[in-house]
C-alpha cells in the first residue's frame, strides 16, 4: 500500500509561484509513474502534470504548459510541481498520485491506483 502525502499549497498572487510536493511511502517509489491533478469547485478533476518511473518523460496538460514543471527525485520518494506565473484559474485542490506498478506513464485518471488528500492552492487576481 502506497501512502502519498502533500504540502506546499497556500495562497499567492496572480504571477506568483509555489512548489508542492509529494511524500510517499508504503512501496517502491521508483516502480510507479506519479501525476499530479487538480479540481476546482464545480469542476471535472484533470491531470496537469505526469512523470515516468525514471523521470525521463513528463507530460503537461495544455493550460499548464510552459508554466508547470513535475520532477521527481527517487532517492527521496518525493515528487514535486513547480508551479510559476500562476493564474486565478490555476485554483483548485490539488492531488498527487501514484499510478499502476511498473506501467508506462499516462494522464489517464484511471490509470492512478493511490491518491493524496490534497492541498488547495489559492490564486488571488
Known amino acids: 500500500q502506497v501512502q502519498l502525502v502533500e504540502s506546499g499549497g497556500g495562497s499567492v498572487q496572480t504571477g506568483g509561484s509555489l512548489r508542492l510536493s509529494c511524500a510517499a511511502s508504503g512501496g517502491p517509489f521508483s516502480n510507479y509513474p506519479m501525476g499530479w491533478f487538480r479540481q476546482a469547485p464545480g469542476k471535472e478533476r484533470e491531470c496537469v502534470a505526469a512523470?515516468?518511473?525514471?523521470?525521463?518523460?513528463?507530460y503537461y496538460a495544455d493550460s499548464v504548459k510552459a508554466r508547470f514543471t513535475i520532477s521527481r527525485d527517487n532517492a527521496k520518494n518525493t515528487v514535486y510541481l513547480q508551479m510559476d506565473r500562476l493564474k486565478p484559474e490555476d485554483t483548485a485542490v490539488y492531488y498527487c498520485?501514484?499510478?499502476?506498478?511498473?506501467?508506462?506513464?499516462?494522464?489517464?485518471?484511471?490509470?492512478?491506483?493511490?491518491w493524496g488528500q490534497g492541498t488547495q492552492v489559492t490564486v488571488s487576481s
Open positions: 498520485a501514484a499510478g499502476l506498478f511498473l506501467r508506462k506513464v499516462t494522464m489517464t485518471e484511471g490509470e492512478y491506483r493511490y
Open positions: 512523470i515516468s518511473r525514471s523521470g525521463d518523460s513528463t
